[in-house]
């Protein structure tokens, strides 16, 4: 790791490569005195400064890995690349060292200068003032210290290294995710010809597999949980809801009712008055301990009697359509599709009597790209080096 860093920095451009080291931190801008390395570090949040056995020590080593993966740019950090493969891969990285990677400079601003615009909040950064120069960026681009950060992941840019593109600054993942897809499953991008498409993410053909048990799903029909593939038997088994009226699992193809986190099958058995067993579906319900009644008189367990006004307190179930299992097709690596399925149900709430027709509902646990979620793993049990699954013949070519 240190040495692809090395390489990182070595190919990287930067008008002063000489510095100043100082025991206190894990790493310091080169080319600075003391007091402007305490001048830069203070202008970063306290838990991201790298005092050495800190947690902005431990945060810069997690961030060195996330935006400068290896496997973005060493074969030997991949698994199972065909020999095409490892070409592509080693063009793809030195075109980006040539081309886009950089490290940033921090100076102190000319007094004498009345000062720029930060490239990032838009701010003033006055004489005197420290900054962060780009040189692929322009002569006179410049950033606060905190607003050096990637376009994409808003974090700062570890060590100053960037990759300019287009006018925007990168961490070097998000850099190489402008130009290539990625596998979700693991991680390392995609250089074959053909990769599967689902949800506007990529898998390398034989990766998009159950979570679960690890079923090819190419082709196949699937459920995606927390942005995770999951194949119908699976999902059915670990995540359908339980039918609140006859215990039973409630299918990806069959409709039902919830109210308040409680689930009930969509037919006239299930969804039924607790007390007399009428038929609740359209029709407003009386909610009493967990339990759904027809009328005051069966929530109080007597004989069914006609309520007076203003004696009732009505609700009413939202209906759901059936989960609806998506596809997985293929297409070529350079194209990607937005989702815009929802992801989960949502919960029934009260409405005034009479009652409105009940309003289809979004099918759960659809997939949605979200900006914080956890980074996708490799189905388990599966081990590096292993061979990928060979492509399903059933699957759908785009």
């Given at each position: 790791?240190?040495r692809?860093?090395?390489?990182?920095?070595?190919?990287?451009?930067?008008?002063?490569?000489?510095?100043?080291?100082?025991?206190?931190?894990?790493?310091?801008?080169p080319g600075?005195k003391?007091e402007?390395?305490?001048?830069?570090?203070?202008?970063?949040?306290?838990?991201k400064?790298p005092y050495?056995?800190?947690?902005g020590?431990?945060?810069r080593?997690k961030?060195?890995?996330h935006?400068?993966p290896?496997h973005?740019?060493e074969?030997q950090?991949?698994?199972?690349?065909?020999?095409?493969?490892k070409?592509?891969?080693?063009?793809?990285?030195?075109?980006?060292?040539r081309?886009?990677?950089?490290?940033g400079t921090v100076r102190?601003?000319p007094v004498?200068?009345?000062?720029?615009i930060c490239?990032?909040?838009?701010?003033q950064i006055?004489?005197?003032d420290i900054?962060?120069f780009a040189?692929?960026?322009?002569l006179?681009?410049?950033?606060?210290?905190?607003?050096f950060v990637?376009?994409?992941?808003?974090e700062?840019?570890?060590d100053?290294?960037?990759f300019?593109?287009?006018g925007?600054v990168y961490?070097?993942?998000?850099?190489?995710e402008?130009?290539?897809?990625?596998c979700?499953?693991c991680d390392?991008?995609?250089?074959?010809?053909e990769?599967?498409?689902?949800?506007?993410?990529h898998?390398h053909m034989?990766?998009?597999?159950?979570?679960e048990?690890?079923?090819s799903l190419?082709?196949?029909?699937?459920v995606?949980r927390?942005s995770r593939?999951?194949c119908?038997a699976?999902?059915?088994a670990r995540?359908?809801?339980?039918?609140?009226g006859?215990g039973?699992?409630?299918?990806?193809d069959?409709?039902q009712m919830a109210?308040?986190?409680q689930?009930?099958?969509a037919?006239?058995r299930?969804?039924?008055?607790?007390?007399?067993?009428?038929?609740l579906?359209g029709?407003p319900f009386?909610?009493?301990?967990?339990?759904?009644?027809?009328?005051?008189?069966?929530?109080?367990g007597s004989?069914?009697?006609?309520?007076?006004?203003?004696r009732?307190s009505?609700?009413?179930?939202t209906?759901s359509?059936?989960l609806?299992a998506s596809?997985?097709?293929?297409s070529?690596?350079?194209?990607a599709?937005?989702s815009?399925?929802d992801?989960?149900?949502?919960?029934?709430e009260r409405i005034p009597?009479?009652p409105?027709?009940?309003?289809?509902m979004p099918?759960?646990?659809?997939?949605?790209?979200?900006?914080?979620?956890p980074?996708?793993q490799?189905?388990?049990?599966?081990?590096?080096g292993?061979p990928?699954?060979a492509?399903?013949?059933?699957?759908i070519?785009?």
């Amino acid at each position: 790791m240190c040495r692809l860093i090395s390489d990182f920095q070595r190919h990287s451009i930067s008008d002063d490569d000489s510095g100043c080291a100082s025991e206190e931190y894990a790493w310091v801008p080169p080319g600075l005195k003391p007091e402007q390395v305490y001048q830069f570090f203070s202008c970063l949040p306290e838990d991201k400064v790298p005092y050495v056995n800190s947690p902005g020590e431990k945060y810069r080593i997690k961030q060195l890995l996330h935006q400068l993966p290896p496997h973005d740019s060493e074969a030997q950090y991949c698994t199972a690349l065909e020999e095409e493969e490892k070409k592509e891969l080693r063009a793809f990285s030195q075109q980006r060292k040539r081309e886009n990677l950089g490290r940033g400079t921090v100076r102190i601003f000319p007094v004498t200068i009345t000062g720029a615009i930060c490239e990032e909040c838009g701010k003033q950064i006055g004489g005197g003032d420290i900054a962060v120069f780009a040189s692929r960026a322009g002569l006179g681009a410049c950033w606060h210290p905190q607003c050096f950060v990637c376009s994409t992941c808003r974090e700062l840019l570890v060590d100053l290294i960037y990759f300019y593109h287009a006018g925007k600054v990168y961490c070097g993942r998000h850099h190489a995710e402008r130009l290539r897809p990625r596998c979700q499953a693991c991680d390392e991008i995609i250089f074959s010809p053909e990769c599967t498409e689902a949800e506007g993410r990529h898998w390398h053909m034989g990766h998009f597999c159950c979570f679960e048990c690890e079923a090819s799903l190419g082709g196949q029909r699937y459920v995606m949980r927390q942005s995770r593939p999951h194949c119908c038997a699976c999902y059915e088994a670990r995540h359908a809801e339980y039918c609140d009226g006859c215990g039973e699992h409630i299918g990806l193809d069959q409709g039902q009712m919830a109210y308040e986190g409680q689930h009930w099958h969509a037919s006239d058995r299930c969804f039924c008055c607790s007390c007399c067993g009428r038929a609740l579906l359209g029709r407003p319900f009386l909610p009493r301990r967990g339990l759904i009644f027809c009328s005051r008189a069966c929530s109080l367990g007597s004989e069914p009697t006609a309520p007076g006004p203003g004696r009732r307190s009505w609700s009413a179930g939202t209906v759901s359509t059936p989960l609806t299992a998506s596809t997985a097709s293929f297409s070529a690596v350079e194209g990607a599709s937005e989702s815009s399925e929802d992801d989960g149900f949502f919960l029934g709430e009260r409405i005034p009597l009479p009652p409105h027709l009940c309003r289809p509902m979004p099918a759960q646990d659809t997939a949605t790209e979200t900006p914080n979620s956890p980074s996708p793993q490799l189905p388990r049990n599966s081990r590096p080096g292993m061979p990928r699954q060979a492509r399903d013949k059933n699957c759908i070519v785009a």
